[in-house]
C-alpha cells in the first residue's frame, strides 16, 4: 500500500468520523483508518499521538460539531422554542452522527483546555437558554443535566431500536420536552 498523497489532518479526522459514523466508534482504530485512508498505519503518527490522540481529537470534534449544531438551531429563538430547537438539533446530531457523538464520551483528557472551552460554550449556550425560566444559578445547572440527560437518553433509546410502537419519534421528543419545560415553569408553584 503506498502512501497517499496530500493527506492531512483534516483530511484525517473526517475519515475518521466517517468511519465511526458508519461502523461504531468502536470500531475506529488505526488500522482501520489506516486502510480507509489507503496509508500505512505509522504514517497517521504525523498527524496524530496514537489512537489516545485521535480519540482526544475526535472527542474534541464532537463537542464543537454538536455545539455549532445547538447554536445554529437557537438562533433567533427564545423560550421554549429554543430548548425545543436544542433538543431536535441535539437528536438530529446523533442521528447523523453516531460514532462521533459517542466519541465526546471516550476523550483520554476531559481536561484538555480545547476540550474544556467547547464544553464551556455548550453549557454556557444552554444556560442562556434556560434564561426565561423562573430559575436559581443552581436549578438551571440541574436543568442543563435534566435536558442533556432527556437529550442523551432518548437519542441512545432511538438508536438501539427502542422506539418501536408506531408513533413519530419527533412528536414524542416534543411532548416529552413541552413537559420537561412545563416542570420547569412550575418548579416553585407549590413551595
Known amino acids: 500500500m503506498s502512501p497517499r498523497q496530500g493527506l ?7 475519515a475518521a468520523a466517517q468511519l465511526a459514523d458508519s461502523d461504531g466508534f468502536q470500531a475506529l482504530t488505526l488500522a482501520a483508518l489506516a486502510q480507509r485512508l489507503d496509508v500505512r498505519s505509522p504514517s497517521l503518527y ?16 464532537s463537542v464543537q460539531q454538536l455545539s455549532l449544531a445547538l447554536t445554529t ?5 427564545t423560550g421554549d422554542d429554543a430548548i425545543q430547537a436544542i433538543a431536535a438539533a441535539y437528536i438530529g446530531f446523533v442521528r447523523e452522527h453516531p460514532g462521533l457523538y459517542e466519541a465526546s464520551f471516550h476523550a483520554p483528557d476531559r481536561e484538555e483546555p480545547q ?17 426565561p425560566y423562573p ?6 445547572l ?14 441512545s433509546i432511538e438508536a438501539q431500536g427502542g422506539f418501536g410502537m408506531n408513533f413519530d419519534p419527533d412528536d414524542s421528543l416534543r411532548l416529552t420536552v413541552s413537559a420537561f419545560l412545563h416542570g420547569l415553569r412550575h418548579l416553585h408553584q407549590n413551595q
Open 8 to 14: 492531512d489532518r483534516g483530511a484525517l479526522l473526517s
Open 135 to 140: 430559575l436559581t444559578e443552581a436549578e438551571a
Open 142 to 155: 440541574h436543568a442543563v443535566r435534566g435536558l442533556r440527560s432527556l437529550c442523551h437518553g432518548f437519542a
Open 73 to 77: 438551531a437557537t438562533a433567533d429563538r
Open 46 to 61: 504525523n498527524h496524530i499521538s496514537g489512537l489516545p490522540g485521535l480519540r482526544q481529537e475526535m472527542a474534541l470534534m
Open 115 to 131: 476540550l474544556a472551552a467547547a464544553s464551556t460554550a455548550t453549557l454556557e449556550l444552554l444556560l442562556h437558554s434556560l434564561q
